[in-house]
Structure formats: structure tokens, C-alpha cells
């Protein structure tokens, strides 16, 4: 049981590049979520996916697409690179019920955007 | 106001200590609260999960909930090194999947 996977850990981009950032989880959760991770700024949300098929806005939703594939894997992309957009992306799950949103995190992937 | 405030620290203190970290809140209308921790360059990782006003112990950590003065607090007893980390409060209600997180407190256990 792995809980939450991302690949990959680390990637290098030049700006204006596009690249897909990829999560899967094996909880059989119902929720996913991208945030992205800057120092002082906290944990915010860029997308969430409720359930298969679904996806919506967070907090910083611009500069980036989400596809809920299946279930399991939820990726993230950006299609033009920016050096703003340099920080650490984390994915994370929940089995989202009333009154509990338990999230999970995976290990994170760290974006450099020259 | 800021929905979240949790102060940054960093908090030092010697192994054996009890660590207090404490988040307060502005929205009345969380309903559960969570406390994570995240080590240096690792996911956050779930410490506790409360639902009620009231304390829930796990071990060495302890979650106090105050909804009436909008005020969470984790407890750390007899710290070790171990649990250097950043610990982040992160709180949300109903059918809101959204969560709200604190910044985080960089704590620090000294052997």
C-alpha cells in the first residue's frame, strides 16, 4: 500500500515549456487534490477533483489544467512554463465525508522554472 | 483578518520538553480540525484528526479544540529530536472541500 505517488520528484524547466505532473493513489479515495507549496505563502489549493469526472477551481487555479483520468490518478499541468510558478507541488486524497475531509499527502515534486 | 493564524516560530527547545503550538481561527463555521507535521522536504503527514470541542490524546501528542474562543492547540510530551518538523493546523466544515491550513510552526527538538 504506497498511499500517495508522484512523479516526478524533481524537474528542471525553461520558461515557456509545458509539462504534466502525474499522482496516483491506491486508498481508493474518492478525492484528490493539487496544491503547491511556497515559503511563507503556506499550503495553497490549485485544483480539486470531488470525484471521477469532476474537477474544480481552488485558490490559484491560473497557469495550470487538472485531468481526473480514473479513480487512482489525478495529474497536473502546466502548458507554458513560469518562473512565478517555481515551488513544490504537492497531490494529496481524501474519502471526503460530511464533517471529515481527512487528506493525505504524497511526497511532493520540486519545480524550478528558469 | 486572516481565516488562519498560526505563528511561524521557529520554536527551539530541549529534548524532554513540552512543546504547546497552537493555531487560532476566524470562521466560526469549521467544524473539524487536523494537525499535520511535515518534515524537511517531505509530503505533510496526518498527526490528528478532532471533530469536537475538547482534548484527544494519540500517544505523546495531544489536540485541544476550543470553538469558543476559536482556538486549537497541539501538545507535544517529552519531545525528542524526532519531532523536528514544521506542524501545520489545517481546519474545514460541512461539505466544503476545501481545507484552510495555517503556515506553519518550525519546531525544533535539541539532544
Known amino acids: 500500500n504506497a498511499g500517495v505517488t508522484q512523479t516526478p520528484k524533481f524537474q528542471v524547466l525553461k520558461t515557456g515549456q509545458s509539462m504534466t505532473l502525474q499522482c496516483a493513489q491506491d486508498?481508493?479515495?474518492?478525492?484528490m487534490y493539487w496544491y503547491r507549496q511556497d515559503p511563507g505563502m503556506g499550503l495553497r489549493l490549485i485544483y480539486y477533483?470531488?470525484?471521477?469526472?469532476?474537477?474544480d477551481k481552488g485558490e490559484v487555479p491560473n497557469g495550470y489544467n487538472v485531468s481526473r483520468l480514473n479513480k487512482r490518478e489525478f495529474s497536473l499541468r502546466l502548458e507554458s512554463a513560469a518562473p512565478s510558478q517555481t515551488s513544490v507541488y504537492f497531490c494529496?486524497?481524501?474519502?471526503?465525508?460530511?464533517?471529515?475531509?481527512?487528506?493525505?499527502f504524497g511526497p511532493g515534486t520540486r519545480l524550478t522554472v528558469l | 483578518q486572516k481565516e488562519v493564524e498560526q505563528d511561524p516560530g521557529p520554536l527551539s527547545v530541549p529534548e524532554g520538553a513540552i512543546v504547546s503550538l497552537n493555531c487560532t481561527y476566524s470562521?466560526?463555521?469549521?467544524?473539524?480540525f487536523m494537525w499535520y507535521r511535515q518534515y524537511s522536504r517531505k509530503g505533510p503527514e496526518l498527526l490528528m484528526y478532532?471533530?469536537?470541542?475538547g482534548n484527544k490524546e494519540d500517544g505523546r501528542f495531544t489536540a485541544q479544540v476550543d470553538k469558543s474562543s476559536k482556538y486549537i492547540s497541539l501538545f507535544i510530551r517529552d519531545s525528542q529530536p524526532s519531532d523536528s518538523a514544521t506542524y501545520l493546523c489545517?481546519?474545514?466544515?460541512?461539505?466544503?472541500?476545501?481545507?484552510?491550513f495555517g503556515k506553519g510552526t518550525l519546531l525544533t527538538v535539541n539532544p
Open positions: 494529496a486524497s481524501s474519502i471526503k465525508r460530511e464533517g471529515e475531509n481527512t487528506q493525505y
Open positions: 486508498m481508493n479515495h474518492n478525492s
Open positions: 477533483s470531488a470525484s471521477e469526472g469532476t474537477t
Open positions: 470562521n466560526s463555521a469549521f467544524q473539524y
Open positions: 478532532t471533530y469536537s470541542s
Open positions: 489545517a481546519m474545514g466544515s460541512g461539505s466544503n472541500y476545501k481545507l484552510t
